[in-house]
């Protein structure tokens, strides 16, 4: 069965404060992993996907990247605006689904 | 574009009631599907469906019915509410070719009474 876990549940930063958050999975041929951001009360964002381990993408603060069991998104000199849920998600065939596994996210907290 | 538009934003319902989510996209995407969210359990597939007059169940489909009748609408059903249901619920959709990346809607939240 298809797992993702995400840590650390909740993390509180100071205004610049570079920090990373971690994505484990265990799944059978995977085929994407991907990061969205979550702002309260909305959808959730979409920011990366990652296809093979060694791969990076970066967004603006934003740089995510992979290994066969993990991927980090790692904020650098983070600000308020960063503030939000931050999901990652696997994706693998399964009976032709196209459904995204979920870890249950990050609540990132940045302080002024 | 639009992109996915879900309505209504909330809804109150009594149990054993009935209603229906409705959920649209204007990128002619052919992959839709049906969320759940509950706090510390991450989302979760309630159906999906990979085009026009295809559904098929995803991870917790129980209580939901689902139907494509067109490439741009995919309601989702609620038969006879139960309080279990209470959840925020958000539609995704993606192109059916490739490595497609799915985009989601803004969510409904239901409370059932």
């Known amino acids: 069965e298809d797992q993702v876990t995400q840590s650390p549940e909740a993390l509180r930063l100071q205004e610049g404060e570079s920090s990373s958050l971690n994505c484990s999975y265990t799944?059978?041929?995977?085929?994407?992993l991907f990061w969205y951001r979550q702002d309260p009360g909305k959808g959730p964002e979409f920011l990366f996907t990652l296809y093979s381990a060694g791969e990076e993408k970066e967004k603006e603060r934003l740089k995510a990247t992979l290994t066969k069991k993990e991927s980090f998104l790692h904020i650098t000199a983070p600000k308020p605006e960063d503030s939000a849920t931050y999901l990652c998600?696997?994706?693998?065939?399964?009976?032709?689904?196209?459904?995204?596994?979920f870890g249950s996210g990050t609540r990132l907290q940045v302080q002024p | 574009n639009a992109g996915v538009t879900q309505t209504p934003k909330f809804q109150v319902l009594k149990t054993g009631q009935s209603m229906t989510l409705q959920c649209a996209q204007d990128m002619n995407h052919e992959y839709m599907s049906w969320y759940r969210q509950d706090p510390g359990m991450g989302l979760r597939l309630i159906h999906y469906s990979v085009g026009a007059g295809i559904t098929d169940q995803g991870e917790v489909p129980n209580g939901y019915n689902v139907s494509r009748s067109t490439t741009e609408d995919f309601p989702l059903r609620l038969l006879s509410a139960a309080p279990s249901q209470t959840s925020v619920y958000f539609c995704a959709s993606s192109i059916r070719q490739g490595k497609e990346t799915q985009y989601f809607g803004p969510g409904t939240r239901l409370l059932v009474l």
């Open positions: 998600a696997v994706q693998a065939p399964k009976a032709g689904r196209r459904a995204l596994t």
């Open positions: 799944v059978s041929g995977l085929r994407g």
